[in-house]
Each structure stands twice: as structure tokens, then as C-alpha cells.
């Protein structure tokens, strides 16, 4: 029975929480962005209702497990639009409503000055001046405040700059890049896509906020060379801007050939110090044998070159205009080697 009890309990929580999406009441939410600074008009209307005598609650939604923020309550005249009458610090003197429209249900309100903080979900309950917990109506308003950037020369560029791209370098799979954007707001959506469009699987990408302003860094590995893009998409404001690139892949990664030995190097080693041997020793043999042919025909040479002179006392034939008796006889007593 008890069992019985809490499913029946959980089905009675059900069918409240979703009451006003079945009778019509819950509407679908309605997408509203403007350029920080400026005026938000958020809408909420009970047509065909004149809402001086109701009651209507705008709250915003809480971000990371937070509570909504009470923003403005018009309670049959009685407002909740500062500070001290229980609003929400964030909003004390910016949001107010249009009293003249209240007779034709207009139950919209007017945010000035508006910040990227601003930035999120609202809602707006119609309710019965008895506090009922059972809204009449809900309206859903998602807002996005953007930071507009300019150009020396004053024009718009967007929301977002254009992305820087960069080549980190190669890895073992290919080659790693990276997509950078940075204060963009609202918060864009990174991605890296080839010439044909197709988005390239990635990290998770890193993203830091600083005053409602995105940075987002995002890295990939790409396989093939081409072009390819670094794309920065906000979808809240219809913008969209990117950065190309040309990227060489090679296919093989060069190895280090100084950390690789083959098995057989010691014998190849063996084998080349053995030629080496080998081929000196040849060397040195033809280099030998060259000097002595070299020295032999020096030692002909020289002795082809030697000459015979008659002793001082025998005279020559231009001194003395004969020949020598012994020369005449063609022997030879006396020789002076020069």
C-alpha cells in the first residue's frame, strides 16, 4: 500500500506540473536578443483580459542550481519594482511595465540599460489575485544580450571577431589544429570543417567567461591536406563567422634513424671494417710498387745521362784537334766519372 501510495502521489505531481501545457496554458518559449545598452521588451499578454485588477509575476530563471530571481509583480496595482519591495538587486530601477496596456492584457515589461549578465530565461505568470499556486498562464522568454563589435572604421563585424586558426604542428595521427574566439556573446558554437563543409570530430573545447563574454579555444587533428575552416556560429543572434586555412598533412612521419639499429648491424659493422682493411692494404701495395718503378727509372735515367772525360793530360779533339793514341785504339786507361 505504501508503494501504491507514492506512485500515486508522483502521478498527482505530474499531472499538475504539466496541467498548464494541457489546457493550453504554457506557451512556447519566445527567442528575443539585443545589443547590450540597449532596450529588451519582453512580451506577455492575456488577450481579450483587462489585467488592472489581476495579478502577473515576471521571474528570472536560475543559472547552476539557483533560485529564481523575483524581477517585477504587478499585483492589482500594488508594484514589486525596486529593491526594497522584494525585486531582485540585479534589476533595482531598470524594468518597468506599460500602464495604459494593462486594460488590453498587455502584461509585457521594459528592461533598460540592458547587460550580458542579463542574458537568460523568463517567465511570466498570469495568477489570481489570492495567490494561487496554479498559474492561469505562463509565457517563456529566453534573452540574449550581446556585446556589438566595431571596427576602427565604426562598422559592425558581430557578435563574435573572426576566429584566429592555427597549425600546432604534426602528430602521429596527422596534423594538430587549433580555433581560437574571444569575446564573443553570446557564447558561440566552435567547429572545424573541411572544403566540403563537414564538420571534423574535436576535443571538448576549453571556455572561460569574463563579464558575460566568451573566450573559446578549440583543437583538432586533421588527416588530409586541404583547406579548412574554423567556424564561430550564435544561434541566438543569427551570426556566423569564419577563418580558412590551408593545411599539408604528410603521410608518413619521419622517423629517427639514430634510435634505430637493425638486428644484423654488428655483422655489417664486422663486414665493412674488413673491406676497409682490405682496401688499404690494396692501396698501399699498388702505392709501393709505384716508388720502386718510379725509383728504377730515375737510377736509368741518371746513368743514361753520364759522360766520359779524358784525363787533363790526353786533351780533347777541340783542344788538341786528334785523337788520344788510346782513344784511337778504343781503350780506355784513365776515366773520371762526373
Not at 493550453?24 to 536578443?33: A, F, H, T, W
Not at 563574435?160 to 553570446?186: F, H, M, N, W, Y
Not at 718510379?294 to 777541340?318: Q, Y
Amino acid at each position: 500500500m505504501f508503494g501504491l501510495g507514492v506512485k500515486l502521489t508522483a502521478l498527482c505531481v505530474c499531472l499538475l506540473s504539466a496541467l498548464p501545457t494541457l489546457l493550453g496554458l504554457e506557451q512556447d518559449p519566445v527567442m528575443l536578443s539585443v545589443e547590450e545598452g540597449s532596450v529588451a521588451i519582453l512580451p506577455c499578454s492575456l488577450v481579450g483580459t483587462n489585467m488592472e485588477s489581476k495579478l502577473f509575476d515576471w521571474k528570472k530563471v536560475g543559472e547552476k542550481g539557483e533560485g529564481k530571481k523575483d524581477m517585477f509583480m504587478y499585483d492589482a496595482g500594488s508594484l514589486r519594482d525596486s529593491a526594497r519591495s522584494g525585486q531582485d538587486q540585479q534589476f533595482d530601477g531598470r524594468v518597468s511595465h506599460f500602464q495604459d496596456e494593462l486594460k488590453h492584457g498587455n502584461a509585457s515589461i521594459l528592461i533598460t540599460k540592458t547587460k550580458v549578465a542579463d542574458s537568460g530565461d523568463y517567465t511570466c505568470d498570469f495568477l489570481e489575485p489570492s495567490q494561487s499556486l496554479l498559474p492561469i498562464q505562463t509565457s517563456h522568454i529566453k534573452l540574449v544580450v550581446f556585446k556589438t563589435l566595431r571596427d576602427r572604421s565604426g562598422e559592425t563585424k558581430g557578435a563574435a571577431p573572426e576566429p584566429s586558426i592555427k597549425i600546432l604542428g604534426p602528430t602521429a595521427d596527422g596534423t594538430l589544429l587549433q580555433c581560437v574566439v574571444r569575446g564573443a556573446s553570446p557564447k558561440p558554437e566552435v567547429q572545424c570543417q573541411d572544403s566540403e563543409g563537414k564538420v571534423i570530430p574535436a576535443k571538448e573545447p576549453q571556455v572561460t567567461e569574463r563579464g558575460g563574454s566568451f573566450d573559446v579555444i578549440l583543437q583538432t587533428t586533421v588527416t588530409k591536406t586541404g583547406n579548412y575552416s574554423c567556424v564561430a556560429t550564435q544561434k541566438e543572434i543569427n551570426h556566423q563567422i569564419f577563418a580558412e586555412t590551408f593545411v599539408t598533412v604528410n603521410d608518413k612521419v619521419p622517423e629517427d634513424c639514430s634510435s634505430k639499429v637493425p638486428e644484423d648491424s654488428s655483422s655489417k659493422v664486422h663486414i665493412g671494417w674488413l673491406f676497409a682493411v682490405f682496401f688499404l692494404g690494396a692501396l698501399s701495395l699498388a702505392a709501393i710498387q709505384l716508388v720502386l718503378l718510379l725509383t728504377k727509372r730515375i737510377t736509368i735515367n741518371f746513368n743514361k745521362g753520364c759522360s766520359w772525360r779524358n784525363s787533363p793530360d790526353e786533351g780533347t779533339p777541340d783542344e788538341k784537334g786528334t785523337l788520344s793514341p788510346s782513344e784511337q785504339n778504343g781503350t780506355k786507361e784513365t776515366a773520371v766519372m762526373v
